[in-house]
């Protein structure tokens, strides 16, 4: 049973270019998380997709975006990189409908964003 | 918002050794989870605890939800048990939103 799965694994872009990464969930999970790691700290969220919409956003600016698929794959997009979006991104997956927060996520292994 | 504190920042053992982790929560949550953060970049999920106390092999952890703090202890430390170890919480309302600790660094030495 394959876990959540997340492409690329590293990635070098310059600033003001965008990128797009890539998650698949775990079997039988259908929402999506992801999580900013700047080095050194713990991870921050973004925000959360489900049903195919954003549901909960963290204090990121507009310049990322998301998206989820009728298959519950996700991608994570962020435009006119900055120095500061150097980062590792990580994809977490559960089931949905527990609002008091009882599913544990499972996490990827995450994108590791260079940006020069 | 809620704040999530982690001690120590930093931790230094010898194998074998016995340790406590400890998170500190500033406000009551439904969802409490430790997780081992590998070299890698990994995050591997340790303890669901919203409260009580669970053991799993030589890792152990108890949270006391009234007081609002939670331990992770790990015993015989073993090289392997090096990494970050975050704590990270959930509000109530919040979809699994996690907030997380800045975590404890540990490195374990033969």
């Known amino acids: 049973d394959a876990g959540v799965t997340q492409s690329p694994t590293h990635l070098i872009k310059t600033r003001g270019q965008q990128v797009t990464l890539r998650c698949s969930p775990k079997?039988?999970?259908?929402?999506v998380s992801w999580y900013q790691q700047a080095l050194g700290q713990g991870p921050q969220f973004i925000f959360q997709?489900?049903?195919?919409?954003?549901?909960q956003r963290g204090n990121f600016p507009d310049r990322f975006s998301g998206h989820q698929f009728p298959n519950y794959s996700s991608e994570l997009n962020v435009n006119a990189l900055l120095l500061g979006d150097s980062a590792l991104y990580l994809c977490a997956s559960d089931t949905d409908g527990q609002i008091s927060g009882a599913n544990v996520l499972t996490f990827g292994a995450g994108s590791r964003l260079t940006v020069l | 918002g809620i704040q999530v504190e982690q001690s120590p920042p930093d931790l230094i053992l010898q194998e074998g050794a016995n340790s406590t982790l400890r998170c500190n929560f500033s406000d009551s949550v439904n969802n409490l989870q430790w997780f081992h953060q590998n070299p890698w970049g990994q995050l591997i999920n340790l303890f669901y605890i919203p409260s009580g106390t669970k053991q799993n092999g030589r890792l152990s952890a108890t949270t006391v939800a009234t007081e609002r703090y939670s331990l992770l202890y790990i015993s015989s430390s073993q090289t392997t048990d090096s990494g970050v170890y975050f704590c990270?919480?959930?509000?109530?309302?919040?979809?699994?939103?996690?907030?997380f600790g800045a975590g404890t660094r540990l490195a374990v030495h033969p």
């Open positions: 990270a919480v959930v509000i109530s309302g919040g979809y699994n939103k996690l907030i």
């Open positions: 997709y489900y049903e195919e919409e954003e549901r």
């Open positions: 079997s039988g999970h259908d929402t």
